[in-house]
């Protein structure tokens, strides 16, 4: 079975600070790895995805998450926190033509 | 290009009562999704199509939870009756295709049962 544990429910970073957001997965087949990201009363967002390609994967807004097999994790990262990047956000698993795993979340606050 | 539509966005009833979400996806997306947010938790898949046909609902209570997509486009999620723990946000999501296929949220609808 898939899982995926995000370390924190809530990090608070400084306007401009690096952000780090954990996750970790476990899987018994090569995952497919996602972050989302959920801005209130929204819906989740896709910011990137990790699927056997290159292990840094790029995303939107200048995000960015490493794939780490030997460390089965797959964290989040931004060089600079902006304002803008207050939100919840879901780290989750998948095989293919598997259904996606989602993690609990990590509420994003940003300190001004 | 249009997103994913749902509707309403808040709905309050009874414990007991019946209540109906509808969700149109993106056009042309094959797949759909519903997943059930719980306050503080990440999503959780209820069932998911393919088409018109189901491919995974595992997780659907159906003993009181029940979706249809008959014609392969929109989808309507019913519970009947509900329950206090069904107090959650109801998420609809649509892909191209099954499987790693990034996935399109609509905004949810926000369901408070009391």
Known sequence: ?112 | EAGVAQSPRYKIIEKRQSVAFWCNPISGHATLYWYQQILGQGPKLLIQFQNNGVVDDSQLPKDRFSAERLKGVDSTLKIQPAKLEDSAVYLCASSPFRGTETQYFGPGTRLLVL
């Open chain 1, 1 to 112: 079975a898939q899982s995926v544990t995000q370390l924190g429910s809530h990090v608070s970073v400084s306007e401009g600070a690096l952000v780090l957001l954990r996750c970790n997965y476990s899987s018994s087949v090569p995952p497919y790895l996602f972050w989302y990201v959920q801005y209130p009363n929204q819906g989740l967002q896709l910011l990137l995805k990790y699927t056997s390609a290159a292990t840094l994967v790029k995303g939107i807004n200048g995000f960015e998450a490493e794939f780490k097999k030997s460390e089965t994790s797959f964290h989040l990262t931004k060089p600079s926190a902006h304002m803008s990047d207050a939100a919840e956000y879901f780290c989750a698993v998948s095989s293919r033509d598997d259904k996606i795993i989602f993690g609990k979340g990590t509420r994003l606050h940003i300190l001004p």
